[in-house]
């Protein structure tokens, strides 16, 4: 218990290294599923739990000043309580939501007090010509953070397993079925706010053929994927010979000038 702790704070450690070293997106859900599923053991269902929890916080971006909900916490202890109580991914979103609204206000505190701090002492040497300084206050603020994360998930994992089961097998069986219900809608969720983003004229068709072929020809996802790089493929290429004829230019000799290259 204690090893599995000690890991999986270091996955929310590295998960939230973004403040310091920039955004990589390793503190999806997808990916913190992924490698919690590993620390217990369970590596499929951590990849269920983390897309589906992916889709849950699909929105979880920061928006100017506005931080949502700590995806990172969130998504690692949704889905390690989840494996250690032997339930489902209903339970993986309804402990990852609430987890990441409580974290969140532990983050408010250390963003809203020790961040300005950090910047005040940056700015300081930013005006001294210190570039050092300034870039040592931003590493201490990025990886203040990711320890403080890291912490929470440890001794939340080592104090609330147990805990967590007891709570779960005390939840009426109606109650499970109506969050089972609404694991089932959210994934939907998630796509549809997807499409509202990329769906365009141009590439609805591919969208709908995607589906036609999955409907009534009842090829596999890996299949349509193939065929959709394929398609993808061809379509590029004609673009790229229409945009060589666009590109030729002809002289009032009538001779024709083709600037693009053979390579």
């Excluded at 913190?32 to 599923?37: D, M």
């Excluded at 998504?75 to 987890?99: H, K, M, Q, R, V």
């Excluded at 990441?100 to 961040?115: E, P, V």
Aim: charged share 10%; hydrophobic share 55%; proline share 3%.
């Amino acid at each position: 218990m204690l090893i599995q702790a000690i890991l999986l704070g270091l996955v929310a450690f590295i998960a939230q290294s973004e403040y310091a070293l920039g955004t990589s997106l390793l503190s999806r859900p997808i990916v913190t599923g992924l490698f919690t599923g590993i620390v217990l053991g369970d590596i499929k269902a951590g990849i269920i739990m983390g897309a589906t929890l992916e889709l849950a916080f699909i929105g979880s971006f920061s928006v100017g000043a506005a931080i949502p909900p700590d995806v990172v916490t969130g998504g690692i202890l949704g889905t390690a309580f989840a494996i250690t109580a032997g339930a489902g991914t209903e339970t993986a979103l309804l402990l990852g939501l609430p987890i990441a609204t409580l974290t969140l206000i532990l983050k408010n505190i250390y963003l809203g007090i020790l961040i300005p701090i950090m910047n005040q002492n940056a700015d300081k040497y930013a005006a001294d010509g210190n570039y050092k300084g300034v870039e040592r206050m931003h590493l201490m603020a990025g990886i203040g953070l990711s320890l403080m994360l890291g912490l929470v998930v440890m001794i939340s994992f080592m104090v609330g397993s147990k805990t967590v089961g007891n709570l779960l097998a005390m939840i009426p069986e109606f109650i499970q079925h109506g969050l089972s219900v609404a694991t089932g809608l959210i994934p939907a969720l998630g796509f549809a706010m997807l499409a509202r983003l990329l769906i365009n004229k141009q590439v609805a068709p591919y969208f709908f053929l995607g589906f036609a072929l999955a409907a009534y020809l009842e090829i596999p996802v890996t299949g349509i994927a193939i065929f959709g790089a394929i398609v993808a493929v061809v379509v590029i290429n004609i673009m790229n010979v229409r945009g060589g004829q666009n590109n030729s230019a002809q002289t009032s000799t009538g001779e024709v000038v083709d600037d693009d290259e053979d390579f």
